[in-house]
């Protein structure tokens, strides 16, 4: 079992970056596909970008070429690096993790969650 805590989040004008963080413990991100979700005020968690066990990835198409995820096994973290923030991203972020090797979009694939931080991108 793995537990997730993300960090990095604030207030951020448009066009600026963020640098998210999910520190994982009791288990190696190495050993989990992980992925980023945001949830918006009275919108449903939406997908964001996930990274498969071998290190491929796939990105909503509203963030392709703004964020970019990696990982850094040293420290046992995925890192979400967001740039070019738009007023629209504003939101928690959530990092989970799943036992299945592949990547998904799919909330209900996950099976662990962090406790989210809040993004938010002010005009």
């Known amino acids: 079992q793995v537990q997730l805590v993300e960090s990095g989040g604030g207030l951020v004008q448009a066009g600026g970056s963020l640098r998210l963080s999910c520190a994982a413990s009791?288990?190696?991100?190495?050993?989990?596909?992980m992925g980023w979700f945001r949830q918006a005020p009275g919108k449903e968690r939406e997908f964001v970008v996930a990274?498969?066990?071998?290190?491929?990835?796939i990105y909503a198409n509203s963030v392709k070429g703004r964020f970019t995820i990696s990982r850094d096994n040293a420290k046992n973290t995925v890192i979400l690096q967001m740039n070019s923030l738009k007023p629209e991203d504003t939101a928690v972020y959530y990092c989970?993790?799943?036992?299945?090797?592949?990547?998904?979009?799919?909330?209900?694939?996950?099976?662990?969650w962090g406790q989210g931080t809040q993004v938010t991108v002010s005009s």
């Open positions: 990274i498969s066990r071998s290190g491929s990835s």
């Open positions: 009791g288990r190696t991100v190495s050993s989990y596909s």
């Open positions: 989970a993790a799943r036992s299945n090797p592949w990547n998904s979009s799919i909330k209900e694939d996950y099976d662990y």
